[in-house]
T-cell receptor
Framework: AQSVTQPDIHITVSEGASLELRCNYS??????LFWYVQSPGQGLQLLLK??????LVQGIKGFEAEFKRSQSSFNLRKPSVHWSDAAEYFC??????????FGAGTRLTVKP | DAGVIQSPRHEVTEMGQEVTLRCKPI?????LFWYRQTMMRGLELLIY????????DSGMPEDRFSAKMPNASFSTLKIQPSEPRDSAVYFC??????????FGEGSWLTVV
């Protein structure tokens, strides 16, 4: 069955430090892969997506993610975190619209 | 561009009352989704429409929940009668089939 796992429930980093949020998926073929961010009291905003092609994907707000087929991973990275990046981050995997699964989310706290 | 528009943003109602949540998808999108988000269960897909037709409602919790999409620009999610365990954030989302899902800002429902 198709699934997506975010191993880290909560991560704390210092402002200015680098960030990597992990995402692993289980699917027979290469799915579409997404990262969304949810700020408190807000909806989910798309950060970036991977459908095919270059495995390093650039997104908004300085985020990037790398698709690694051999590891079934799609980790989100940012070289220098800002206090405004504190939010919940969701990895999602899907093939077509009717079978999209979200991870449980990783809550990011940014220390001053 | 206007995103997915949901109303009401917040609703507090008494147990047993009918609740109607409304959604206007992004113009031109032909797929619409209703999700529910809770701390315990994360983000769950309730129902999915394609070209106004319900395709998959296997996520609808029980008969108290119903969803309609009378036209391409409007959908409702109704809970009747409501119960405290229905308290959650309900997200509507839309997409152009085969592409990225865009979320509304959610309807925060509290049933007391």
């Amino acid at each position: 069955a198709q699934s997506v796992t975010q191993p880290d429930i909560h991560i704390t980093v210092s402002e200015g430090a680098s960030l990597e949020l992990r995402c692993n998926y289980s699917y027979g073929a290469t799915p579409y892969l997404f990262w969304y961010v949810q700020s408190p009291g807000q909806g989910l905003q798309l950060l970036l997506k991977y459908f095919s092609g270059d495995t390093l994907v650039q997104g908004i707000k300085g985020f990037e993610a790398e698709f690694k087929r051999s590891q079934s991973s799609f980790n989100l990275r940012k070289p220098s975190v800002h206090w405004s990046d504190a939010a919940e981050y969701f990895c999602a995997v899907g093939v077509g619209n009717n079978d999209m699964r979200f991870g449980a989310g990783t809550r990011l706290t940014v220390k001053p | 561009d206007a995103g997915v528009i949901q109303s009401p943003r917040h609703e507090v109602t008494e147990m047993g009352q009918e609740v109607t949540l409304r959604c206007k998808p992004i113009s031109g999108h032909n797929s619409l989704f209703w999700y529910r988000q809770t701390m315990m269960r994360g983000l769950e897909l309730l129902i999915y429409f394609n070209n106004n037709v319900p395709i998959d409602d296997s996520g609808m919790p029980e008969d108290r929940f119903s969803a309609k999409m009378p036209n391409a620009s409007f959908s409702t999610l109704k809970i009747q009668p409501s119960e405290p365990r229905d308290s959650a954030v309900y997200f509507c989302a839309s997409s152009l089939e085969g592409n990225t899902i865009y979320f509304g800002e959610g309807s925060w429902l509290t049933v007391v």
